[in-house]
């Protein structure tokens, strides 16, 4: 069966930190993995990664993929308050076009 | 840009009421879908379209059906409400052609069943 991961549920940071977000999966025939960035409406594309090692960056968020290690993480430097939001990591099942969710990491991003 | 609309931002209704949910994509999308999302679950898959008159079941079909009479409409219908189907609804599209998987997602309907 496929699944996705995430790690950790959540998270608490004081602005200008760094974080990083964990998203482990299993998939037959694996095609790619996506990030979207949920605040309180409709969860937003930020990345989709096919390729091993080649980082993917927009700003200050940043997501590589493992295919060896079946894994991605997204990565968030001087963290804001605006960053708050649920993660949310996401790949297509084998012959399929939906999307298989994991849980998110909820971040939070204090003064 | 796509758009997704969803019809209504909140609803409530009573236990055993007939509930519809109304979604409609600007950007001519083959792919369709529901999905729910509930605190500590994430966002589970109800159902899908590929096309006009065509639905697969997703991960949690049980007291759900739909309605794709349109390809811009995607209508999810709660036969019979039940308490436990208060959540946030979730619809989104997506392009059929080549291997596209990116949803584009409306703003959600959160549903209150009392």
């Known amino acids: 069966e496929d699944k996705v991961v995430q790690s950790p549920l959540s998270l608490v940071v004081h602005e200008g930190d760094t974080v990083t977000l964990n998203c482990s999966y299993e998939?037959?025939?694996?095609?790619?993995l996506l990030w979207y960035k949920q605040e309180k409406k409709a969860p937003t594309f930020l990345f989709m990664l096919?390729?091993?090692?080649i980082e993917k960056k927009s700003g200050r968020l940043s997501s590589i993929l493992d295919k060896k290690e079946l894994f991605s993480i997204l990565n968030i430097t001087a963290t804001q308050t605006g960053d708050s939001a649920i993660y949310l990591c996401?790949?297509?099942?084998?012959?399929?076009?939906?999307?298989?969710f994991g849980k998110g990491t909820k971040l939070s991003v204090i003064p | 840009d796509v758009k997704v609309t969803q019809s209504s931002r909140y609803l409530v209704k009573r236990t055993g009421e007939k509930v519809f949910l109304e979604c409609v994509q600007d950007m001519d999308h083959e792919n369709m879908f529901w999905y729910r999302q509930d605190p500590g679950l994430g966002l589970r898959l109800i159902y899908f379209s590929y096309d006009v008159k065509m639905k697969e079941k997703g991960d949690i079909p049980e007291g759900y059906s739909v309605s794709r009479e349109k390809k811009e409409r995607f209508s999810l219908i709660l036969e019979s409400a039940s308490t436990n189907q208060t959540s946030m609804y979730l619809c989104a599209s997506s392009l059929w052609r080549g291997s596209n998987e990116k949803l584009f997602f409306g703003s959600g309907t959160q549903l209150s069943v009392l």
């Open positions: 096919t390729s091993s090692g």
């Open positions: 998939v037959t025939n694996f095609r790619s």
């Open positions: 996401a790949i297509p099942p084998a012959g399929s076009y939906q999307l298989t």
